[in-house]
T-cell receptor
Framework: AQTVTQSQPEMSVQEAETVTLSCTYD???????LFWYKQPPSRQMILVIR??????QNATENRFSVNFQKAAKSFSLKISDSQLGDTAMYFC??????????????FGKGTLLTVNP | KAGVTQTPRYLIKTRGQQVTLSCSPI?????VSWYQQTPGQGLQFLFE???????NKGNFPGRFSGRQFSNSRSEMNVSTLELGDSALYLC??????????????FGSGTQLSVL
């Protein structure tokens, strides 16, 4: 079974500053993928960034980057130059890849990020 | 290209009734999965369909069911509604849904309120 834990229910940051959201996970699978999703007030889940567990290099997407620590099972999201439009609920998720039937995402409980002007 | 469309956006039902939610995936996508989102339990996987077949199922009672049509559109049905079924129901589509880093595209959900 997979579990994903986000220990920060809420965070806030000033516009243009940098913020890091924490996530830890647990899985018995050797092959898995990790994701960060954003859910703005429109409720639509939007993929922010994804990381393949077998890749040591941290993924980056413009202002978004991750710090993937496989041994510690940690997968944090860093948002640089925060913008008002980044205000949203952020979910960390994992997806296994073991040839089994785990075609699902396991989500954390989310972190509500507020960017203040 | 149109995104994932879920209808209706909002729904109010009473206990004991049944409800059907609809999801139209992105054109060409054959995998559709459903998630329930509540403040207490967060996001939980319901089931996934591919080519009209249920390929994976989460830990929900048999009152929750779904199906997929030949055009990949999917419906989920909840019978004998309970207060605890009040939730945002999200649908996601992808090309084939296999366990890779394949990108899932989500709809805006159906907010179900059970009174």
């Amino acid at each position: 079974a997979q579990t994903v834990t986000q220990s920060q229910p809420e965070m806030s940051v000033q516009e243009a500053e940098t913020v890091t959201l924490s996530c830890t996970y647990d899985t018995s699978e050797s092959n898995y993928y990790l994701f960060w999703y954003k859910q703005p007030p429109s409720r639509q889940m939007i993929l922010v960034i994804r990381q393949e567990a077998y890749k040591q290099q941290n993924a980056t997407e413009n202002r978004f980057s991750v710090n993937f620590q496989k041994a510690a099972k940690s997968f944090s999201l860093k948002i640089s130059d925060s913008q008002l439009g980044d205000t949203a609920m952020y979910f960390c998720a994992s997806r296994s890849y073991s040839g089994g039937s785990n075609y699902k995402l396991t989500f954390g409980k989310g972190t509500l990020l507020t960017v203040n002007p | 290209k149109a995104g994932v469309t879920q209808t209706p956006r909002y729904l109010i039902k009473t206990r004991g009734q049944q409800v059907t939610l609809s999801c139209s995936p992105i054109s060409g996508h054959r995998s559709v999965s459903w998630y329930q989102q509540t403040p207490g339990q967060g996001l939980q996987f319901l089931f996934e369909y591919f080519s009209e077949t249920q390929r994976n199922k989460g830990n929900f009672p048999g009152r929750f069911s779904g199906r997929q049509f030949s055009n990949s559109r999917s419906e989920m049905n909840v019978s004998t509604l309970e207060l605890g079924d009040s939730a945002l129901y999200l649908c996601a589509s992808s090309l084939d849904g296999r366990p890779t880093n394949e990108k899932l595209f989500f709809g805006s959900g159906t907010q179900l309120s059970v009174l």
